[in-house]
């Protein structure tokens, strides 16, 4: 088992920034890589980023490029999101996740949330105008 603890989220103006943390516990061993999703009111589950825990590769989701970046710290089992730019649309709860398994990386596998073993409680961020 794996258990993570999202961090970080709060109310901010548009523009701002904001650095969310998700510290990972147990068997951490077990995950391969670990992500960031998003869901708002009424919306789906949104894939934002993933990183593996072993070389450091990431990947985006093309609505968060070159605005959020994902990173890690091995050394304390933490993931990272920093979020620049922030916008009312970026008003969410947001997960962290794990997956255990790993597989192919391509965006058409590692964006889908069913591929995720382990999730957080979740952070709400929320951006004013």
């Known amino acids: 088992q794996v258990q993570l603890v999202e961090s970080g989220g709060g109310l901010v103006q548009a523009g701002d920034s904001l650095r969310l943390s998700c510290a990972a516990s147990?068997?951490?061993?077990?995950?391969?890589?670990m992500a960031w999703f998003r869901q708002a009111p009424g919306k789906d589950r949104e894939f934002l980023a993933v990183?593996?825990?072993?070389?450091?590769?990431?990947a985006y989701a093309d609505s968060v490029k070159g605005r959020f970046t994902i990173s890690k710290d091995n050394a304390n089992n933490t993931v990272f999101l920093q979020m620049n730019s922030l916008t009312p649309e970026d008003t969410a709860i947001y997960y962290c996740?794990?997956?255990?398994?790993?597989?192919?990386?391509?965006?058409?596998?590692?964006?889908?949330?069913?591929?995720?073993?382990?999730w957080g409680q979740g952070t709400q961020v929320t951006v004013s105008s």
């Open positions: 996740a794990a997956d255990a398994d790993g597989g192919p990386w391509r965006n058409s596998y590692y964006s889908r949330s069913q591929r995720y073993d382990y």
């Open positions: 990183i593996r825990w072993s070389g450091g590769s990431a």
């Open positions: 147990g068997r951490t061993a077990s995950s391969n890589r």
